[in-house]
Each structure stands twice: as C-alpha cells, then as structure tokens.
Nanobody, 123 residues
Framework: QVQLVESGGGLVQAGGSLRLSCAAS????????MAWFRQAPGKEREFVAV????????RYADSVKGRFTISRDNAKNTVYLQMNSLKPEDTAVYYC????????????????WGQGTQVTVSS
C-alpha cells in the first residue's frame, strides 16, 4: 500500500510560479510511474503530467506543455511539479497518483492517490 502526500500549493498571481511536491511511503517508489492530475470546481479530474519509474520518459497535457515540468527523486521518494507562467485557468486541486507499469494519462489506471493540494492563480 502506497501513501501519497502532496504539498506546495497556495495562492499566486498570474505569471508566477509554484513547485508542488508529492512524498510517497509504504511501497517501493522506484517501481511506480507517477502522475499529476488536477480538478477544477465543476469539472472532471484531468491529466497534467506523468513520469516513468526511471524518470526517462515524461508526458504533458497540451495545456501545460512548456510551462510545467515533472521530475522525481527516487532517493527521496518524491515527485515534483514545477509550474511556471501560471494562468488563472490553472486554478484547481492538484493530485499526485501512482501506478505500477508504464506511464499513462488515463486516471482510471492509477491505483494510489494523494489528498490533493489547492492551487489558486489570481488574475
């Protein structure tokens, strides 16, 4: 059983930056592909970014490509999401998720989820 705890959310002005972290425990972190999803009020949870177990493969939603960067530190059992040039439409609860096997964008393939961290971008 893997436990995931996100941190780093907050309130930021448009154009600003935030760095989210997700600390994992209870499993072999390096076995898991790790992803970030987000959910805005009244909307479905959507894919943001994913990274393979080794960090060698990443994928991004078109809406964040070039602005967000996902990375991981397997020695620290932590995955990060660096968010730059934030826009009001990035406002959402951001969730970390883990799955065994290769990186995927479908949220239904993920076995473990964190509780989420709120990101609010003001205009």
């Amino acid at each position: 059983q893997v436990q995931l705890v996100e941190s780093g959310g907050g309130l930021v002005q448009a154009g600003g930056s935030l760095r989210l972290s997700c600390a994992a425990s209870g499993g072999t972190f390096s076995r898991y592909s790790m992803a970030w999803f987000r959910q805005a009020p009244g909307k479905e949870r959507e894919f943001v970014a994913v990274i393979s177990w080794s960090g060698g493969s990443t994928r991004y939603a078109d809406s964040v490509k070039g602005r967000f960067t996902i990375s991981r530190d397997n020695a620290k059992n932590t995955v990060y999401l660096q968010m730059n040039s934030l826009k009001p439409e990035d406002t959402a609860v951001y969730y970390c998720a883990a799955k065994t096997g290769g990186p995927r964008v479908d949220r239904f393939e993920y076995d473990y989820w964190g509780q989420g961290t709120q990101v609010t971008v003001s205009s």
